[in-house]
């Protein structure tokens, strides 16, 4: 029964020497302990401010490089569209040469046609006469060889004939 009712000497000792522990503890363990905590609340807090800063500035970055896709978009847009209306001008500038080009080639060769068929034309004229003078020339021979019948051809000529 002494066990479990203790005396004051040893209530007072134990009471002092939990006082110089709280006291020890308190200036050498808590201070370093709570130092600690602190800073590492500090560090946990510095991680997550540069976090955020590192969220705004991603947030921040994301919108710039939408932003830019953006611009590359309607830049891409309106090469691709001066692109094809050079092309187009290409294409009708290309279609009014070759038309031209082929309306030139056209009537040079019209030209040379018509060229072509007058100079047949003269030969043909030139072939027909000479044969004409020739038969004429043989008809004529034979039809003088009489003289009665040369003045009754060269009457009948001065009868055709009017005097102006």
């Given at each position: 029964?002494?066990?479990?009712?203790?005396?004051?000497?040893?209530?007072?000792?134990h009471t002092i020497s939990f006082l110089i522990?709280?006291?020890?503890?308190?200036?050498?363990?808590?201070?370093?302990?709570?130092?600690?905590?602190?800073?590492?609340?500090?560090?946990?807090?510095?991680?997550?401010?540069?976090a955020e800063k590192a969220k705004l500035e991603m947030a921040r970055l994301t919108?710039?490089?939408?932003?830019?896709?953006?611009?590359?978009?309607?830049?891409?847009?309106?090469?691709?569209?001066e692109a094809k209306e050079l092309k187009d001008k290409i294409v009708s500038d290309a279609k009014t040469e070759a038309q031209e080009s082929g309306k030139k080639i056209l009537d040079q060769a019209k030209r040379e046609i018509e060229e072509q068929k007058n100079k047949a034309l003269a030969e043909v004229k030139n072939q027909v006469s000479s044969l004409s003078l020739d038969i004429a020339r043989k008809v004529l021979t034979k039809e003088f060889e009489d003289q009665a019948k040369q003045d009754a051809f060269v009457g009948d000529l001065l009868k055709d004939v009017k005097l102006n």
């Open positions: 029964m002494d066990l479990l009712i203790p005396e004051i000497g040893l209530i007072f000792w522990l709280l006291f020890l503890l308190g200036k050498f363990a808590w201070k370093p302990v709570l130092k600690a905590i602190k800073e590492r609340e500090e560090n946990i807090q510095n991680a997550l401010d540069s919108n710039e490089n939408e932003q830019l896709l953006k611009e590359a978009r309607v830049e891409r847009d309106n090469i691709l569209k």
